[in-house]
């Protein structure tokens, strides 16, 4: 019994000397970190270069944001510290997909800014408060964000943005390239004339062309979109910019906006008398006016804005221009926004991207008409738009439709989803009353997301013989006819679209088309490869001889990226590991096989394998949703053998998860 007490005792020793220089060492990173300003950049800089790849992930943001120009000269990345703040940010069970430093980067610093601007409290913010809540921060974050996501409701924060932070809004016009409304924004509320103001000068006065908005809200639409591209006017909107020019001038500007005049308010500002001072002398009448009329007295219109928040700019400065928006996308598109934005189309020639989601399926009028004015800005040799994403339409047949209307598209996304109710839609006389059915396109990616119970592949098999410059293609969800097979689709694409780089089928039964995929695999040169799933070994006599032969046409010295994830690899995983054996060697540097009820011991004989084979380039290598809580000692020890020659992407499971199981084991 003594000599087990003696024999624990020097065995507590020996970990507690063992443990004591890394003791020592962060303490001094943690010194370092405490003491940065008195040491300096400097003295940070002259340290070997060991000791400072260690340093990174004890830094701060601002230190490392600091330290970062001088390292990457030297050749020297800091993605070690930017990832270990983005862990500690989503917590430890999230696989993190950031490659470059960079990107690493801009979501640290845009996950805080909006945290820290907003007063939005979290943990990781909570833990360094001491840090982030300063100028100092706010200031370098905004150096590096290009997104800034402006949420109405919180007034107070956007109102100190207009006064006590104008340094800091004037950093943003700089470096802010997309701008996200994700709240729904008024026109007649005074405390939102903050973030009106905000907006006006990220996108009119900054470099601000991509605008997204999350609301639907026709008359918020028709502001963000009034001069800034388009030439049409929304007379509600005109209304109330006259009645906001009334507020800055009622006895000159209530006559100039008064009904049947058609110069625009931003003519008819008074520069003669300061906006601010006006606006709080007349606040109390037009607070009365206002609730006689029922109508706002809020100023809208930007130039008014401008005057009203910045009063030191003076006559001098002039009317502010409207600044263009090139990208434009609106996840929340209801029927009135989709009419509005039919009569803004025609004459929106800067537009080059345009995004349309809704949450419910678009009435086919309603799409017509929005084709109709697709039409118009195509017909104008001054248009600009090459990318649509629309969605949810009622039937794959307007996709022809949308084509046709604008035919000068390089990149197309629709996402259709069938009407349970109302009357069915005759596809016939939409796939052949276009005279020009069989003109060629200039498409160069094409994505098509299909829920429905069965879909004509006729309508994508058209549409794809005419595309013969398509480079990327993504379908999801094809369901056809019972008894039908996925091979007319194949063959159309070995046949018509050998310019392919990137082929992504996903929740498309494959099972009973391996001689289709092999020939074309074995005439395209693929750089990106998706097989998500695709029930690729479903019914197969013998899978592990299939996905042998899958394998050996996917040696394509082009191909870097490949998934075959939900595809219920199981124990068969282990023959993935000879796309790196023989003379012709894979060349694949991203492989993605998540959700194939991968068990320890499989994912074990498939890293030793792999281990033996070392693939040419380091390999990342995605394993999230594999039950690796089946046996944690068997899976470590394989992640461990994976570590030296893959970046691996992992993420918590619960086998308990009787679902999860099942479905992955389907």
């Given at each position: 019994?003594?000599?087990?007490?003696?024999?624990?005792?020097?065995?507590?020793?020996?970990?507690?000397?063992?443990?004591?220089?890394?003791?020592?060492?962060?303490?001094c990173f943690h010194a370092v970190r405490k003491h940065f300003a008195v040491l300096g950049t400097e003295a940070v800089l002259d340290l070997p270069t060991p000791l400072i790849?260690?340093?990174?992930?004890?830094?701060?943001?601002?230190?490392?944001?600091?330290?970062?120009?001088?390292?990457?000269?030297?050749?020297?990345?800091?993605?070690?510290?930017?990832?270990?703040?983005?862990?500690?940010?989503?917590?430890?069970?999230?696989?993190?997909?950031?490659?470059?430093?960079?990107?690493?980067?801009?979501?640290?610093?845009?996950?805080?800014?909006?945290?820290?601007?907003?007063?939005?409290?979290?943990?990781?913010?909570?833990?360094?408060?001491?840090?982030?809540?300063?100028?100092?921060?706010?200031?370098?974050?905004?150096?590096?964000?290009?997104?800034?996501?402006?949420?109405?409701?919180?007034?107070?924060?956007?109102?100190?943005?207009?006064?006590?932070?104008?340094?800091?809004?004037?950093?943003?016009?700089?470096?802010?390239?997309?701008?996200?409304?994700?709240?729904?924004?008024?026109?007649?509320?005074?405390?939102t004339q903050g973030a009106l103001y905000v907006l006006h000068r990220l996108l009119d006065h900054g470099v601000t062309t991509n605008l997204v908005v999350s609301i639907d809200?026709?008359?918020?639409?028709?502001?963000?979109?009034?001069?800034?591209?388009?030439?049409?006017?929304?007379?509600?909107?005109?209304?109330?910019?006259?009645?906001?020019?009334?507020?800055?001038?009622?006895?000159?500007?209530?006559?100039?906006?008064?009904?049947?005049?058609?110069?625009?308010?931003?003519?008819?500002?008074?520069?003669?008398?300061?906006?601010?001072?006006?606006?709080?002398?007349?606040?109390?009448?037009?607070?009365?006016?206002?609730?006689?009329?029922?109508?706002?007295?809020?100023?809208?219109?930007?130039?008014?804005?401008?005057?009203?928040?910045?009063?030191?700019?003076?006559?001098?400065?002039?009317?502010?221009?409207?600044?263009?928006?090139?990208?434009?996308?609106?996840?929340?598109?209801?029927?009135?926004?989709?009419?509005?934005?039919?009569?803004?189309?025609?004459?929106?020639?800067?537009?080059?991207?345009?995004?349309?989601?809704?949450?419910?399926?678009?009435?086919?009028?309603?799409?017509?008409?929005?084709?109709?004015?697709?039409?118009?800005?195509?017909?104008?040799?001054?248009?600009?738009?090459?990318?649509?994403?629309?969605?949810?339409?009622?039937?794959?047949?307007?996709?022809?439709?949308?084509?046709?209307?604008?035919?000068?598209?390089?990149?197309?996304?629709?996402?259709?989803?069938?009407?349970?109710?109302?009357?069915?839609?005759?596809?016939?006389?939409?796939?052949?009353?276009?005279?020009?059915?069989?003109?060629?396109?200039?498409?160069?990616?094409?994505?098509?997301?299909?829920?429905?119970?069965?879909?004509?592949?006729?309508?994508?098999?058209?549409?794809?013989?005419?595309?013969?410059?398509?480079?990327?293609?993504?379908?999801?969800?094809?369901?056809?006819?019972?008894?039908?097979?996925?091979?007319?689709?194949?063959?159309?694409?070995?046949?018509?679209?050998?310019?392919?780089?990137?082929?992504?089928?996903?929740?498309?039964?494959?099972?009973?088309?391996?001689?289709?995929?092999?020939?074309?695999?074995?005439?395209?040169?693929?750089?990106?490869?998706?097989?998500?799933?695709?029930?690729?070994?479903?019914?197969?006599?013998?899978?592990?001889?299939?996905?042998?032969?899958?394998?050996?046409?996917?040696?394509?010295?082009?191909?870097?990226?490949?998934?075959?994830?939900?595809?219920?690899?199981?124990?068969?995983?282990?023959?993935?590991?000879?796309?790196?054996?023989?003379?012709?060697?894979?060349?694949?540097?991203?492989?993605?096989?998540?959700?194939?009820?991968?068990?320890?011991?499989?994912?074990?004989?498939?890293?030793?394998?792999?281990?033996?084979?070392?693939?040419?380039?380091?390999?990342?290598?995605?394993?999230?949703?594999?039950?690796?809580?089946?046996?944690?000692?068997?899976?470590?020890?394989?992640?461990?053998?994976?570590?030296?020659?893959?970046?691996?992407?992992?993420?918590?499971?619960?086998?308990?998860?009787?679902?999860?199981d099942h479905i992955s084991n389907m």
């Amino acid at each position: 019994m003594k000599k087990t007490t003696k024999k624990k005792k020097k065995e507590e020793k020996q970990n507690r000397t063992a443990m004591e220089p890394d003791r020592l060492e962060k303490q001094c990173f943690h010194a370092v970190r405490k003491h940065f300003a008195v040491l300096g950049t400097e003295a940070v800089l002259d340290l070997p270069t060991p000791l400072i790849k260690d340093l990174l992930p004890h830094l701060t943001v601002c230190q490392l944001d600091e330290v970062q120009p001088a390292l990457n000269r030297r050749g020297l990345s800091t993605y070690s510290g930017w990832f270990e703040i983005l862990q500690d940010l989503v917590g430890p069970s999230r696989a993190l997909d950031f490659r470059t430093e960079e990107e690493a980067k801009h979501e640290v610093m845009l996950r805080l800014f909006t945290s820290v601007f907003y007063r939005l409290r979290n943990s990781y913010v909570l833990k360094n408060s001491i840090h982030l809540n300063t100028n100092s921060f706010l200031t370098a974050a905004a150096k590096s964000v290009h997104h800034f996501i402006l949420i109405p409701c919180i007034h107070q924060a956007l109102q100190a943005l207009t006064w006590d932070q104008q340094p800091l809004l004037a950093l943003l016009e700089k470096h802010i390239r997309s701008v996200h409304v994700n709240h729904f924004l008024s026109l007649t509320e005074n405390k939102t004339q903050g973030a009106l103001y905000v907006l006006h000068r990220l996108l009119d006065h900054g470099v601000t062309t991509n605008l997204v908005v999350s609301i639907d809200c026709p008359l918020a639409l028709a502001w963000l979109l009034h001069g800034r591209g388009s030439q049409y006017v929304n007379l509600e909107l005109k209304k109330l910019m006259c009645w906001g020019s009334q507020t800055l001038s009622p006895s000159e500007d209530a006559v100039r906006c008064s009904p049947g005049d058609e110069s625009t308010p931003s003519d008819n500002l008074s520069d003669h008398v300061s906006p601010c001072k006006r606006a709080k002398l007349y606040s109390e009448s037009l607070e009365e006016e206002e609730d006689k009329s029922g109508v706002s007295s809020v100023a809208v219109d930007p130039h008014v804005l401008c005057h009203t928040f910045n009063p030191c700019a003076g006559p001098s400065a002039g009317t502010c221009t409207f600044g263009q928006i090139t990208h434009l996308e609106i996840r929340t598109c209801g029927p009135d926004s989709l009419n509005g934005l039919g009569f803004t189309l025609p004459t929106f020639f800067c537009l080059q991207s345009l995004t349309l989601h809704s949450k419910s399926i678009f009435r086919e009028s309603d799409v017509l008409d929005f084709a109709g004015a697709l039409k118009q800005l195509s017909d104008s040799s001054c248009s600009s738009l090459v990318h649509l994403n629309i969605g949810l339409l009622p039937h794959i047949g307007l996709m022809k439709t949308l084509l046709n209307a604008s035919p000068r598209l390089t990149s197309l996304y629709v996402e259709f989803q069938t009407v349970m109710w109302g009357p069915q839609f005759n596809l016939d006389h939409l796939g052949t009353a276009e005279p020009d059915i069989s003109a060629e396109l200039p498409l160069e990616k094409l994505t098509v997301k299909v829920t429905q119970l069965q879909t004509d592949p006729h309508f994508l098999t058209s549409v794809l013989r005419r595309c013969p410059y398509l480079t990327s293609l993504h379908i999801a969800g094809m369901r056809l006819p019972t008894g039908s097979s996925q091979s007319h689709l194949l063959s159309t694409l070995s046949e018509s679209n050998r310019c392919l780089k990137a082929l992504n089928l996903e929740d498309i039964k494959l099972c009973d088309c391996l001689p289709d995929i092999l020939k074309l695999l074995r005439g395209c040169m693929l750089e990106e490869l998706y097989f998500i799933d695709c029930r690729l070994l479903e019914r197969c006599i013998n899978p592990k001889k299939s996905l042998l032969e899958l394998v050996a046409v996917l040696k394509i010295p082009s191909l870097h990226t490949l998934s075959l994830a939900q595809n219920r690899l199981a124990r068969n995983v282990c023959v993935l590991a000879e796309l790196f054996s023989g003379s012709s060697q894979s060349s694949l540097k991203q492989l993605d096989i998540k959700s194939n009820f991968i068990r320890p011991a499989d994912l074990l004989e498939f890293a030793e394998r792999l281990r033996d084979l070392q693939p040419p380039h380091r390999l990342t290598l995605d394993l999230r949703k594999n039950p690796g809580d089946r046996d944690p000692d068997i899976w470590n020890t394989a992640l461990q053998t994976l570590q030296p020659f893959s970046l691996v992407l992992v993420e918590g499971w619960k086998s308990n998860d009787t679902m999860v199981d099942h479905i992955s084991n389907m």
